[in-house]
């Protein structure tokens, strides 16, 4: 057994939840006749013995040859047995009431038994003749304890027995814990053992490397695992060997190369390695594990690759402009000699005992090549009971970022907005479906130029709708490429909407400053800029790949998933900028068109006066709408005024939708020559009786 192995120590906590005797009679041995005899007994306790005057020798039964040694003394350790076939490298400390916390060499138990003593008192008239008695020892010695307090023994043999397992949430009270501990429950008579030695068993052979060579920058760990094959040669004829670089843990396994199988480590606390058994579930007691798929070892070999490392890099901070950081400043990598990838079993890298409250923590790869350009593809996100699990189809560094989750939001709030949403999603859907269906399947005329521009605002909302419905259906099913696809397409939706905006004002204002006239290809220039300027913006964060999915944090506990932008300064950089420009134009030409509306003089007859006045009211209303106005509740509104002004964007735009179609009703009701002028481009002021925007005169 090797130096290491033999300083490891056993940690016993027991919980006695009885008062009695609990000395029993374990037959372990057998003398030389065959009888069974009672195994050797150290004593411990916790008490410094008062008035009682415990033997510092071998007590010593001359028929059964069971062996007594009483460590109880004011200086243990300085009694005369523990140098005669005991082991007496013991702690013993009370953690709270019936509750013992114990530390034992690896070896005790092999050696002998212990009994602990509740109570350190001793009735001297009992030795040494009464032990010495040929007969009677248990009873005898029971006598001279006093052991009404209560006892235990524990045997090795007896009570932990050999299978038993790891038991994280029972172990974890062990906060210094060895790496064989055990913990040991009595209830009256029944007792039970939970094994919280950490499952697997040590690489064979050690190696610590030039701690020089111990990268600071992420850049640098690109060097290091590229130089994990030299160490083959290091460790002989060693299959597995622990790798240790400054601060740099991990660990290399030799690859078979016929039928090479799976591969499972766990990383301590303390920076160790264990090797797992293949196919293990049982991960607890680790803050770290890696299950490497057989796939993966089995296109390794293929590919010539001759091992597998992985290497835990901690303290490797990165500032990458956003607000996202690495979780723990910690980089794990995994190398295997050959490029894997496009894995159907994922590798699976678990974080356990992850702090994430306050953080949106998603699992990240980053391919070792430039500057870390962290991505979500090819990793997916399971977060389960305070762990996570990074399910990935690759190689390469891996590591878990924190976004800020943006002030949680009340449950009450977060349901009514939802609800309001949704219905306002399908009505306004209904009635931008209606004014299409219209347009492409009744419409007898040819459309004009304003017209036009309506139907394809009509077609990006309701892309946008449809998406945000189906938007959480599409996040709850866990699949990377369908997430990034629908937070694309629902981006760009928006950012469409947005841009038709401003071909609407673009076109009210070429239309009332008649600036339109023989601009050839007219309106496929508009159509071109209203659909292809969000499409530069959608493919540049694709390349760049910055979709995947967020967390939606609600204050009663509860959470929703949505396909999105999971980088917040992305989201408000790039959308809030594109809508404040959008936003600027648009309101310009909105307040030009409604102080010309204001002014505008109607026929001098007292029966329209009310008429006119409502039709300036509705048309002002309809431009509202339509040049986006009301999506400045959204963007430009912060703190107290936050949640209000939600509520007033959500109300006005579940209306939207039904507005936009009464506008496409009453503007497409206008005469053949306002239609045929329209067609020219050219415009004049317009009535008020009239459609103020599509209306035209020759």
């Not at 013991?90 to 009431?97: T, W």
């Not at 003089?601 to 009211?617: G, M, R, Y």
Request: proline share 4%; with cysteine.
């Amino acid at each position: 057994m090797s130096p290491l192995a033999r300083n490891h120590h056993w940690i016993f906590v027991v919980e006695i939840l009885f008062f009695g005797i609990l000395l029993q009679n374990h037959m372990c041995e057998t003398d030389a006749n065959g009888s069974p005899m009672l195994k050797n007994m150290l004593f411990i306790t916790n008490q410094t013995p008062l008035n009682s005057t415990f033997p510092s020798d071998v007590v010593y039964h001359d028929q059964n040859k069971t062996q007594l040694c009483f460590n109880i003394s004011s200086e243990p350790r300085n009694t005369v047995c523990c140098s005669k076939n005991f082991n007496c490298n013991a702690k013993i400390e009370l953690l709270r009431d019936n509750v013992y916390h114990l530390t034992l060499n690896e070896t005790t138990l092999s050696m002998h038994d212990v009994v602990v003593l509740q109570k350190a008192t001793f009735t001297n008239s009992c030795l040494p003749s009464r032990f010495y008695n040929s007969t009677g020892l248990i009873l005898h010695l029971l006598d001279c304890l006093k052991t009404g307090e209560g006892n235990i023994r524990l045997s090795q043999d007896g009570l932990c027995g050999q299978n038993t397992t790891y038991d994280e949430t029972t172990c974890k009270e062990l906060t210094n814990a060895g790496d064989l501990s055990h913990v040991i429950k009595l209830d009256g008579r029944k007792k039970t053992c939970v094994c919280c030695k950490l499952p697997g068993s040590k690489p064979e052979v050690s190696l610590t490397l030039n701690a020089m060579d111990a990268p600071v920058k992420p850049q640098e760990a690109t060097n290091v695992m590229k130089k994990l094959g030299s160490v083959l040669t290091m460790m002989g004829n060693s299959s597995t060997a622990a790798v240790k670089i400054g601060n740099i843990t991990g660990v290399v396994a030799k690859l078979p190369q016929l039928n090479p199988p799976s591969l499972n480590f766990g990383f301590a606390g303390t920076g160790d390695v264990n090797i797992l058994e293949e196919q293990t579930t049982q991960v607890g007691g680790f803050f770290r594990t890696i299950q490497i798929p057989k796939e993966a070892t089995e296109m390794a070999v293929k590919k010539n690759g001759l091992y597998a490392g992985v290497l835990l890099f901690p303290n490797l901070s990165q500032k990458d402009g956003s607000s996202s950081s690495i979780f723990n400043n910690e980089i794990l990598g995994i190398e295997m000699g050959a490029e894997i990838s496009n894995l159907s079993d994922t590798i699976d890298i678990r974080y356990s005992s992850m702090n994430t409250s306050g953080f949106s923590a998603v699992c990240s790869s980053w391919n070792g090549k430039g500057s870390p350009n962290w991505t979500t593809d090819g990793c997916q996100t399971v977060e389960v009971n305070g762990s996570i699990t990074c399910q990935c189809t690759h190689l390469t560094f891996f590591a878990i970022l924190m976004s800020p989750t943006p002030t949680n939001i009340s449950a009450t709030v977060y349901k009514t907005l939802t609800k309001i949403t949704e219905a306002g999603c399908g009505v306004s859907m209904f009635f931008l479906g209606a004014g299409l269906f219209m347009h492409f399947l009744i419409r007898k005329t040819k459309s004009s130029n304003a017209t036009t521009i309506l139907i394809n605002l009509f077609i990006a909302l309701f892309a946008l709708n449809f998406c945000f419905l189906i938007n959480k259906t599409i996040a709850d099913l866990k699949n990377d490429s369908g997430c990034v696809a629908m937070a694309a397409f629902l981006h760009y939706s928006m950012l469409a909407t947005f841009t038709w905006f401003s071909m609407q004002a673009l076109h009210l204002y070429i239309s009332l400053r008649k600036l339109s006239a023989n601009t050839k290809h007219y309106i496929y220039k508009i159509c071109i800029t209203g659909w292809v300027t969000p499409a530069v913006v959608i493919i540049a964060l694709l390349a760049a790949k910055k979709y995947g999915n967020i967390v939606i944090q609600v204050d009663d506990g509860t959470s929703e998933n949505m396909c999105w932008i999971p980088d917040s300064s992305v989201h408000v950089g790039l959308n809030v900028g594109y809508y404040a420009i959008v936003f600027l134009f648009t309101f310009s030409i909105f307040s030009i068109t409604v102080m010309q509306i204001l002014h505008f003089k109607s026929k001098p007859v007292q029966d329209q006066e009310i008429s006119a006045s409502k039709t300036k009211f509705l048309s002002i209303l309809g431009l509202f709408f339509l040049l986006g106005i009301s999506w400045a509740f959204a963007f430009f509104s912060y703190g107290p005024l936050l949640i209000p002004s939600f509520y007033i964007f959500t109300i006005l735009n579940s209306f939207q939708g039904f507005l936009l179609f009464i506008y496409y009703y009453h503007s497409t009701k206008i005469t053949p020559e306002a239609n045929s002028g329209s067609r020219t481009g050219s415009s004049s002021t317009p009535t008020v009786a009239e459609n103020i925007y599509t209306a035209s005169s020759k």
